[in-house]
């Protein structure tokens, strides 16, 4: 076994409870040690990442796999500091986004399939919620795909969900048309210190073999919580107003908490403001 084979086994039993077997002697294990180790990055360098490297990761982005081939996605670099400054406001309770050097907005976009049919005089017969939704999967395949390729030449990345927070706001400063909506927000730079490699929950849990269960659901996530929180406790417990503090605090309280309190409750609206049926 290599080296390279080995840290990314390392990597895989870091990351789950119950690692798939190894596999010996396949090319590609960097690109996977990669991706297994990953992690979010909110800490920069005071390093601009060269507009040639960007270019490349979008064009590499949109190489991903596309809903048959209609390419209903789009990336707008904010390049100037203002309009990342702009953006930063838009996102509340997130003060580290303005030390990036670098933000990326990921949007659907529906809008040019309709111009094509428009210009062809042939009516648009998928007026209805799959259209919105084609579109905003192709945006989170994009999005992955740089991510993925943006990590495999050591820059940091952290997706940014919360400019759906202020959707409207934020396609007022990208001057989105209608059937074009912001998915999410990237930021991208040099990392300033080690990335945190998040647990997951066990794949026995989430990775099913011919149909969906849930046997053994309700232990296996106890048991993700004491692991979670042995190996990567939470700094602060959320809503410490609202609940009471608990002594094991873990991933599933700390998701219950966060999901009780409404958020973007007015998105739906949003979207159908910008021209979608959502039948």
Request: hydrophobic share 40%.
């Amino acid at each position: 076994m290599t080296a390279t084979t080995m840290d990314l086994h390392r990597s895989l039993s870091s990351r789950y409870s119950d690692p798939p077997a190894q596999v010996d002697d396949i090319d590609g294990t960097d690109l996977l040690r990669s991706m297994v180790g990953r992690g979010s990055c909110r800490s920069f360098q005071d390093a601009q990442v060269p507009s040639e490297v960007i270019d490349l990761l979008c064009a590499t982005a949109l190489a991903a796999p596309t809903k048959s081939d209609l390419q209903q996605r789009d990336i707008i670099v904010l390049r100037s500091p203002s309009q990342r400054q702009a953006l930063a406001d838009l996102v509340a309770g997130q003060a580290w986004v303005a030390g990036a050097p670098m933000m990326i907005v990921f949007c659907g976009n529906n809008r040019r399939q309709r111009l094509l049919h428009d210009w062809r005089q042939v009516p648009f017969a998928n007026d209805h919620l799959d259209a919105f939704f084609n579109a905003a999967v192709d945006a989170a395949i994009a999005l992955g795909a740089f991510v993925t390729a943006a990590e495999a030449l050591g820059l940091g990345c952290c997706p940014i969900s919360a400019v759906r927070n202020e959707a409207a706001a934020v396609s007022d400063l990208l001057g989105l048309p209608d059937h074009v909506f912001p998915v999410a927000g990237l930021t991208v730079g040099y990392p300033s210190e080690p990335i945190t490699v998040s647990k997951r929950l066990p794949l026995k849990m989430t990775c099913h073999t011919d149909r969906y269960q849930e046997d053994g659901l309700k232990e296996a996530v106890r048991q993700y919580d004491l692991d979670r929180e042995a190996a990567q406790p939470y700094p602060a417990q959320r809503l410490r107003a609202k609940f009471p503090d608990s002594q094991s605090y873990g991933w599933s309280e700390d998701k219950v908490r966060q999901y009780s309190q409404p958020e973007r409750a007015d998105f739906g609206a949003f979207v159908r403001s910008k021209g979608f049926v959502l039948d």
